[in-house]
């Protein structure tokens, strides 16, 4: 199956630094990836996608960067606050299939 | 608000015993998924259906079954229900079928087994 990794489970921030969350895949047929945050008790929340012929892409405080060369993805949070703290997870998904691959997450926490 | 609706949001119930899940997926979504996520992994993917019909399985339990109904809601029904069973399931829906559609989670149901 699939393997979609994430560096590192937790990550803690103060509030106003950026936060960066890396996401690593293995199936490099993969072209299609979304990041999602869950906080506590709600299901994943869409943040932020990008297609494989990007190697960036901007949101409202959110980047996300695509390096296909190392099967790589970050997101990157300007400004972190308080209401950022929560579990993101990226998601593949290979051009011909409907199933996307999760990762673990990663849980993000803001000090204030 | 996703605008996916799943009830009920907890559940508990005994081994051997059977429920069922169910979803109503955003207005205008044809496509429902169901995942399932445990402690100690990451989303898995059961199942899609769209507009009535299996599309894509994945890691689902021959104990466990699904269907979406003419009206596009969907129902996940889980027998012979185990221990290990215990997790949350999420049910997510996007316009179309194939890939690169945005998935919408719903707020899930707490399965507890005992």
């Known amino acids: 199956g699939e393997s979609v990794g994430l560096h590192l489970p937790t990550l803690s921030v103060q509030e106003g630094d950026n936060s960066i969350i890396n996401c690593a895949y293995s199936?490099?047929?993969?072209?299609?990836f979304i990041w999602y945050k869950q906080e506590s008790g709600k299901g994943p929340q869409f943040i932020i996608d990008?297609?494989?012929?990007?190697d960036k892409r901007q949101g409202q405080r959110v980047t996300v960067l695509l390096n296909k060369t190392v099967k790589h993805l970050s997101l990157q949070i300007a400004a972190t606050q308080p209401g950022d703290s929560a579990v993101y997870f990226c998601?593949?998904?290979?051009?011909?299939?409907?199933?996307?691959?999760f990762g673990t997450g990663t849980s993000l926490t803001v000090i204030p | 608000d996703s605008g996916v609706t799943q009830t009920p949001k907890h559940l508990i119930t005994a081994t051997g015993q059977r429920v069922t899940l169910r979803c109503s997926p955003r207005?205008?979504?044809?496509?429902v998924y169901w995942y399932q996520q445990s402690l100690d992994q990451g989303l898995q993917f059961l199942i899609q259906?769209?507009?009535?019909?299996?599309?894509a399985k994945g890691n689902i339990l021959e104990r466990f079954s699904a269907q979406q109904f003419p009206d596009l809601h969907s129902e996940l029904n889980l027998s012979s229900l185990e221990l290990g069973d215990s997790a949350l399931y999420f049910c997510?829906?996007?316009?179309?079928?194939?890939?690169?559609?945005?998935?919408?989670f719903g707020a899930g149901t707490r399965l507890s087994v005992l």
């Open positions: 997510a829906s996007s316009q179309r079928a194939g890939a690169k559609n945005i998935q919408y």
């Open positions: 199936n490099s047929a993969s072209d299609y």
């Open positions: 990008i297609r494989s012929n990007m």
């Open positions: 998601a593949e998904n290979e051009g011909t299939g409907n199933q996307f691959y």
């Open positions: 207005s205008g979504d044809l496509s």
């Open positions: 259906y769209y507009n009535g019909e299996e599309r």
